[in-house]
């Protein structure tokens, strides 16, 4: 229960990161049974638009919620007692076993929808992390409340979609649809919801294909015949570090940061855990940060193994144009994946000068595909955990960019033979300031 209370009062200071007018009260079940203390606290219960009842079982509780609730016309409850019942915008929905027999039997209208909400939350609260538990926040407030900006591309398209597809993609679409893994990229995605970037990268990282790059580079990208986009985030407000080794952080030396370890080894860093449940749980990761054969250039190639869909164990690589931003220790990350754009802002939060690990936030956005995101990966050179000894750093690194330790997910680094590290043969042998004469660092 004490878990569920941090988790719920963290959604509640992110709330505010969307939206600095979304209030989100909090209260355990000792509050509810000995009740409201203030008048405002009173109100603030019985003028919700929302409640969200989590784990709660005692049954003097359970009968407060029950009395009490009457007048509230959405009442969400996850792992609580079965005589708490889910309630949308007035009408009583069923628990998750029965929505998907029904959703087949409603063609339309207001019922159909509120089946279709539940659904989606109900999918968003099963995967147990703190992004797919603020995106069903969002999803609630956006359908009973109040629009929310970032969601309104979960709102149906119009027929243009589909003339503007067939007015400048029918090669690709026919390419896609002549393709297997394409058609079942294409089943897939249909079977996610816009904004559902898990379930969409699962999607694309399973059944990638040059087929599937052209398709989204017309419908998408050059043509955006859906009609999406997005922002990067710009809350949380993350700061870079600003001292590194007794000197003011420079641009050339955060680049160095970023090579780090690959003048010794194969790779630059090894994620050890990271915040983004879409983009950094899959296993095996290595990163690759290389300055590139023309002037000023700096690169970033991510390798990574992930489990298909179907089952299959394969290797994937990205490669990323990188440069400086305004401030030292920022740079600006550009991508074309499967045929979007994708522009993301990291920033380097901490490393220690031995460069026994690092911590890198980033906040990025795929316009085309309508998705906005956030995250953080924990760095190593081996990828193991940093010393006990690194803790409290590491901590507060994590606190600087508003992530809390058990919202991170432990990368598997084990099995991770044959990565395919290799770089361009123009690339020049890496050399960086961090490892000249006299630095006491060994790989």
């Known amino acids: 229960m004490l878990m569920y209370y941090k988790v719920a009062s963290c959604q509640a200071e992110r709330l505010k990161w969307v939206n600095p ?12 049974l000995h009740g409201p203390t203030a008048d405002v606290e009173t109100k603030r219960i019985d003028q919700a638009d929302i409640w969200i009842i989590i784990g709660v079982r005692n049954v003097e509780a359970v009968g407060w919620i029950c009395n009490k609730s009457g007048n509230i016309q959405n009442v969400i409850c996850f792992d609580a007692s079965p005589e708490l019942r889910n309630k949308l915008n007035g009408i009583y929905v069923p628990d998750r076993n029965v929505l998907t027999g029904l959703l087949t039997s409603f063609s339309g209208g207001d019922l159909k929808e509120t089946l279709l909400t539940m659904s989606l939350v109900e999918e968003a609260w099963s995967r147990r992390n703190s ?22 591309n979960l709102r149906a398209q119009d027929l243009s979609t589909l003339k503007c597809m067939i007015k400048n993609c029918s090669s690709q679409i026919l390419a896609c649809l002549s393709n297997s893994n394409c058609r079942k990229a294409i089943i897939c995605l249909n079977n996610c919801a816009p904004t559902d970037q898990v379930c969409s990268y699962r999607c694309i990282a399973s059944y990638e294909c040059s087929e599937l790059e052209a398709f989204s ?17 710009s809350q949380p407000d993350v700061k870079p570090m600003e001292v590194f080794r007794g000197v003011p952080i420079t641009h050339s ?44 250039s700096l690169w970033y190639v991510p390798v990574f193994r992930i489990k298909t869909l179907d089952g299959r164990l394969i290797w994937r690589k990205r490669r990323y144009r990188v440069r400086r931003g305004e401030t030292a220790g920022t740079f600006h990350f550009s991508v ?15 490393v220690p000068d031995d460069l026994s690990w690092g911590l890198f936030f980033y906040s990025g956005a795929a316009a085309a595909a309508g998705q906005s995101y956030t995250g953080a990966v924990l760095v190593t050179p081996d990828g193991q955990w ?58």
């Open 217 to 233: 580079l017309c419908v998408l990208q050059k043509h955006n015949c859906l009609g999406l986009s997005a922002e990067i985030p």
């Open 131 to 152: 992004d797919d538990i603020r995106f069903m926040l969002l999803v609630l407030i956006d359908r009973y409340v109040t629009p929310v900006e970032s969601l309104k």
């Open 336 to 350: 074309l994946d499967n045929g979007v754009v994708s522009q993301e802002y990291w920033r380097i939060v901490d």
């Open 253 to 296: 030396i955060a680049e160095d940061i970023f090579v780090g370890w690959l003048e010794k080894l194969e790779w630059s860093w090894r994620v050890v855990a990271g915040q983004n449940p879409a983009y950094d749980q899959f296993p095996c990761q290595f990163q690759i940060f290389y300055r590139g054969a023309a002037r000023g």
């Open 386 to 443: 940093p010393p006990e000894s690194e803790e409290k750093r590491v901590l507060a690194a994590l606190d600087r960019c508003g992530i809390k330790s058990w919202e991170l997910y432990n990368v598997n680094n084990a099995y991770c033979e044959g990565p395919p590290l290799e770089l361009p043969k123009d690339v020049p042998r890496q050399r960086t300031s961090l490892w000249s004469e006299g630095t006491n660092i060994t790989a």
């Open 21 to 32: 007018d979304f209030d989100m009260f909090v209260v355990n079940e000792k509050f509810l």
